[in-house]
Structures are given as structure tokens and as C-alpha cells.
């Protein structure tokens, strides 16, 4: 593999800036059910709105609301539920690390706000379920904005540190579109 000398610096993720349908809604979901700090906003020139949520170490969640943004297309733009794959370029999730020892007390704080989550283990034979064993590598929670934006809360698990890099990657069968 060619070019995998250090050449950028990058001091981690600046933000991810994401598209809103409502911007009172995309703020109740993230600052009200989650507890995000709001700690920007900005007024665009064409109307539209840039808010920034803190998510921990400097960076940031953002989202744009545009006055004549696309509608949604779930299951094409971004996945429909869990499990789900999205068309290229999309983004499938967001997620955040948390402790371990938090997953299932997130998982509780969640639906008491009554948002639909699911907790699944992922094994390091790249298969998940529920029940969390020495083969699984992270304890995660699923759930989705208002927007249907899949959100993840990952807890790496000890056996992540038997995870390599020894796989090549796959070339494409047919022709992605340029």
C-alpha cells in the first residue's frame, strides 16, 4: 500500500457538520435528551442557520439548516435503522465513545426520554448480538435523531485490542460513479 507515511498532523475531528430539517428540534434532541452544550451559533447570509454542539476534547457536532435543503431519503442518503447500508458517499453513523460501565445506565436514560435504542454487542467475527462475552469487542447503543441521523454510543471492550490490520482492502467490482 502506497502513501501511509505520516503527512498530515491532524489533532483530531474539528466537527461533523450534518444537515438539519429543524433547527428547534435538532437543538431539543442534542441539548434536551442528550445534554449537549450548544456552543455556537451562527445566522447564514441566505437565511439559513450553523450550530455547533460541544461532544467532548475540543469537537464539535454541527448542523446546517438551509432554506431549500433536500428532503430525506433514508435507506439511500443514510441508513434506515441499524444494520442498514446507506448509498456511497453517505454518511451510516456518528459515534461516540463512552465507558463501558455506562452503556446499560445510557441505554435506561434513553428510553426514559423516550427514544428508541438498541443495545448490541459486536464480536470480533464481525457478527453482534446482545450478549456481551470475551469475544466482543464493543457494547453499543443505537439510536436515531429526529432527523433519523443513526447515532452510536461505542464502549471498546478488552478484546478490541485483538483486532489487526492485516486485511486488504476490497477492490470494487464495478466502477463507483465519479
Not at 441539548?31 to 456552543?39: F, K, P, R, T
Request: glycine fraction near 10%.
Amino acid at each position: 500500500m502506497s502513501g501511509t507515511g505520516k503527512v498530515f498532523s491532524l489533532q483530531g475531528v474539528s466537527h461533523l457538520a450534518m444537515i438539519s430539517s429543524d433547527m428547534a428540534k435538532t437543538v431539543e434532541f442534542y441539548q434536551g435528551v442528550l445534554g449537549l452544550e450548544l456552543v455556537k451559533t451562527m445566522e447564514l447570509p441566505d437565511g439559513g442557520q450553523h450550530f455547533f454542539f460541544d461532544v467532548g476534547n475540543g469537537d464539535c457536532l454541527a448542523f446546517f439548516w438551509f432554506t431549500d435543503s433536500r428532503p430525506a431519503a433514508p435507506g439511500v442518503a443514510a441508513p434506515a435503522w441499524i444494520g442498514d447500508v446507506s448509498a456511497f458517499g453517505s454518511m451510516h453513523h456518528v459515534a461516540f465513545k463512552v465507558d463501558a460501565d455506562q452503556v446499560e445506565r445510557y441505554r435506561d436514560v434513553l428510553k426514559q426520554r423516550g427514544v428508541k435504542c438498541a443495545a448490541v454487542a459486536h464480536y470480533l467475527d464481525g457478527s453482534m448480538g446482545e450478549t456481551v462475552d470475551d469475544d466482543t469487542f464493543a457494547y453499543s447503543i443505537y439510536f436515531q435523531d429526529p432527523d433519523g441521523i443513526t447515532i452510536e454510543f461505542c464502549a471498546w471492550l478488552p478484546a478490541y485490542d485483538k483486532i489487526g490490520n492485516q486485511h486488504q482492502p476490497v477492490q470494487a467490482l464495478t466502477p463507483t460513479p465519479a
